[in-house]
């Protein structure tokens, strides 16, 4: 008998819930960009249980350390600080070997980016951007320097609070994740349109890194404990076989 | 019985998954540091899946995204997953019979439309049809996530392959989409001429809202 090819596992239904929506007018730009029609629910194939497996040889060995990858003859600008977490599912078991690529601004409050018009200056020793991938326990960290705050064109006095991107990929990829992390207690992240979208205060709690004294360097480095939790992983070696099994004791 | 195994949705027993938010403007930093301006990785992910060793017909893909009023937008970072030309994915969850992975194709790539052009463009092979639910296959086709500025959550669709007219009619996926005129949005156009590396040459557009919006998926 030949193996069936349906996934022995897949990824609990997405919970809306826990995310924006689409369109969320007060942060202008996803007016136009939102779908208006509702999305199409598909139940999962191979097409969405599988994902692209990376390789620690992919990855160069100072790829996590943004405090040395683009140092050019010094030490970048800033607060010194260490972010690590682990990568979760929703049922709590690690995701071992994702990507985890992150990207901010410079301690200014400045991008690296061709299209950042920002006043706040350039550091010349400082990129932005790292990726690793999470070990067996799904841990991550990296060092980095405290991202500043920035203005940005949205209303006219806006303005981000410090923050770093996240790009995950786990095992799957319904998993595959884009989002933002925040720092314990500034007081930007009250008035921020783009964090305001997030619709519950649970939701917007777990966007924010706690300071974790745990984890400093003792005389170089404040540390900050930022968990991420991705779709859930559940068996379905149950259904069908199961299905037929009760089927053939009711006939 | 399936009560044992998990409940479905955020409810239950599970913990939420975390927010998304907006990959922002500056995506590229972080994602494409070569687009951003800047040179830092040895290694850089990018829109070329093959090699001159991997095996199928050799394509390209190239499109633009536009938004509710016809703006082509020139921010946006693309991903694609797909099979390999037998039409089994690099991952160990495949364990489709009689197929094997070809060692020289992943099956993934990103690209990001030009900020001058709007055009995005991946370079890759023909998938082969996958095995889907309830054992009936699928039609080649290709994963595709979308992100940019604006968009709160990526967008997931699918590109099926205009000259795959039989069996995109039987794919269960593009049945399941009630309204046969927006099937159409996932079927990438076969284009007489070829591309300049001598591919196959298909053009895939996205609409993200209104006339013609492309069909999106909540996977």
Known sequence: ?251 | MSGIVAAPGGAGLSIRETASQTAGPYVHIGLAPHAAGFDIFENNFGPVLTDEKTKGERIRIEGRVFDGIGTVLKDVLIEIWQANSQGKYAHPADRQPGKAIDPDFRGWGRACTDFETGVYRFDTIKPGPVEGRNGRFMAPHINAWIVARGINMGLNTRIYFGDEAAANAKDAVLNLIEWEQRRQTLVAERLDARADNGSALYRFDIRLQGDGETVFFDV
């Open chain 1, 1 to 251: 008998m030949t193996r069936p090819a349906a996934p022995d596992a897949e990824y609990l239904m997405r919970d809306t819930t826990s995310h924006p929506a689409a369109y969320t007018p007060a942060y202008k730009t996803s007016v136009l960009r939102s779908p208006r029609m509702a999305l199409i629910s598909l139940q999962q194939s191979l097409s969405e249980v599988t994902a692209p497996v990376f390789r620690a040889d992919e990855l160069g060995p100072l790829d996590h350390d943004l405090i040395m990858n683009y140092a050019k003859e010094g030490l970048p600008i800033g607060e010194r600080i260490v972010v690590h977490g682990y990568v979760r599912d929703q049922l709590g078991r690690p995701v071992r070997n994702a990507l985890v690529e992150v990207w901010q601004a410079n301690a200014s409050g400045r991008y690296r980016h061709k299209k950042d018009q920002y006043i706040g200056a350039l550091d010349p020793n400082f990129g932005g951007c790292g990726r690793m991938l999470s070990d067996e326990n799904g841990y991550y960290a990296f060092r980095t320097i405290k991202p500043g705050p920035y203005p940005w064109r949205n209303r006219v006095n806006d303005w981000r609070p410090s923050h770093i991107h996240y790009a995950i990929s786990g095992d799957g990829w319904v998993q595959r994740l884009v989002t933002q992390m925040y720092f314990e207690g500034d007081p930007l992240i009250r008035r921020c349109p783009i964090l305001g979208v997030v619709p519950s205060e649970e939701q917007i709690r777990g966007l924010i890194a706690l300071q974790d004294e745990s984890a400093f360097i003792q005389l170089d480095s404040r540390a900050y404990r930022f968990d991420i939790v991705l779709r859930g992983q559940r068996a379905t070696l149950f259904e069908n076989p199961v299905q037929k099994t009760l089927q053939g004791a009711l006939q």
